[in-house]
Structure formats: structure tokens, C-alpha cells
């Protein structure tokens, strides 16, 4: 079946625009992560939705930064004002219920590069 | 709070000989440990996984890793590399209660003919 798919895989902007980032998650995964991962680290949690609603939005950096995902599948990644220190791999996971044992499937991830 | 160490940044084996990537975990409850692998511009995968069953973990493509609570490790082992094995790998740990993935800073594996 289809994965989970991220659009677009890349996006190059401006410092100080707005960014939208989509995340479809795989069919019937209730469960719907948000990480970021800069050059050279590893993913760094920011968002994570069950459901409709943002269970835990403890890694976003700051208010600049935020997520919804309307009907419980689709998510959008938002950022305002865009820093150069944005500049990073943004990906999308999802998984059956949510469980910590539950294995997360990542998409491809989009580049997002401020200049 | 939990943690990963991924011991070495890069390791490079010749094809055909073992492979060994280290990894030390920290935690204060029963974790879950999961190795991730990652190609040039793919998507992470889910290569193993551990979650307080059998201590040793077989998963795809040949790998395996174990867990050893006394040694608070999760080192992952493959018999013999394949050019294909060329990736970056991640230790990754969730714990108790915690959907947050919690991720090494990778080992980058190279293979060489």
C-alpha cells in the first residue's frame, strides 16, 4: 500500500515568509508525528497528533511554528516568519494507534532551505 | 528522561565482513529501542525493533541486534555487508508512556568493494 507522502520535497523561500508543509499520513494511522531533523543530527520531535487533535506539541521551538490536522488525516506543518535557522528536513510519520511500541513510518521528508 | 549513544560517526567495513554499530542507551524505565536506517535522499525505515520480548532482535535485510540490560546496550550486527548496506543508521529509543522518538546522531556506514 502507499507510504507516507510529504509535499513538497522541496521548498526554498525567503527569510521572513510563510511556509506550509504537507504530511498524508498511511490510510487508517490514527497517530501522526511531526520531527526535524537539521544537517548532520538526528530527527528531533516537535508534533504529535491523535486524531484530529495535537496530543503533544512540547518540541515545537516557539510560537512561530504550528500544526493542524483538520480531519484526522492530512496534517499541515505551518511557519511564519521564517529564520535562516529553519533551514532543515522536516518529517512527517505516522502510526496505527499511537503506542510507544507502535512502529512510526516516516515519509520522505521536505527540504526546507531560508535564504 | 531517555536517551541514545551512538558510539562511532562513521564506520567503514569491506564487503563481505561483519558489520558492528554501537549504541548505549540511558532510560529509567523499560525502554523500546528501534534501529533506523536511512539512504541518500529515502525516507527513514524501520530496520528492528525491541520491545521487552526476545532480547535478541532479528529485522530486515539481515540485521539483528540485542539487548543487554546490563550493559545498557543495543548493538546492531550483520554477518557479512552488502554495497547496499551503504546508509546512515539510527538508535532510537521510546520510553514508557512515550510515543516521542528519541534518536542517536547516526552511524554512517560505508561499505567498501
Known amino acids: 500500500g502507499a507510504g507516507v507522502s510529504q509535499t513538497p520535497s522541496n521548498k526554498v523561500t525567503e527569510k521572513g515568509k510563510y511556509v506550509e508543509l504537507r504530511c498524508d499520513p498511511i490510510s487508517g494511522h490514527t497517530a501522526l508525528y511531526w520531527y526535524r531533523q537539521s544537517l548532520g543530527q538526528g530527527p528531533e520531535f516537535l508534533i504529535y497528533f491523535q486524531g484530529t487533535g495535537a496530543a503533544d506539541d512540547s518540541g515545537l521551538p516557539n510560537d512561530r511554528f504550528f500544526a493542524v490536522r483538520p480531519e484526522g488525516s492530512v496534517s499541515t506543518l505551518k511557519i511564519q516568519r521564517t529564520e535562516r535557522g529553519d533551514s532543515a528536513v522536516y518529517l512527517c510519520?505516522?502510526?496505527?494507534?499511537?503506542?510507544?511500541?507502535?512502529?512510526?513510518?516516516f515519509g520522505p521528508g521536505t527540504r526546507l532551505t531560508v535564504l | 528522561a531517555q536517551s541514545v549513544t551512538q558510539l562511532d560517526s562513521h564506520v567503514s567495513v569491506s564487503e563481505g565482513t561483519p558489520v558492528l554499530l554501537r549504541c548505549n542507551y540511558s532510560s529509567s524505565y523499560s525502554p523500546s529501542l528501534f534501529w533506523y536506517v536511512q539512504h541518500p535522499n529515502k525516507g527513514l525505515q524501520l530496520l528492528l525493533k525491541?520491545?521487552?520480548?526476545?532480547?535478541l532482535v532479528k529485522g530486515i535485510n539481515g540485521f539483528e541486534a540485542e539487548f543487554k540490560k546490563s550493559e545498557t546496550s543495543f548493538h546492531l550486527t550483520k554477518p557479512s555487508a552488502h554495497m547496499s548496506d551503504a546508509a546512515e543508521y539510527f538508535c532510537?529509543?521510546?520510553?514508557?508512556?512515550?510515543?516521542?522518538?528519541?534518536f542517536g546522531k547516526g552511524t554512517k556506514l560505508s561499505v567498501i568493494p
Open positions: 525491541y520491545t521487552s520480548a526476545a532480547t
Open positions: 510519520a505516522s502510526s496505527l494507534t499511537g503506542e510507544p511500541t507502535d512502529t512510526q513510518y
Open positions: 532510537v529509543i521510546s520510553g514508557a508512556g512515550s510515543y516521542q522518538l528519541t
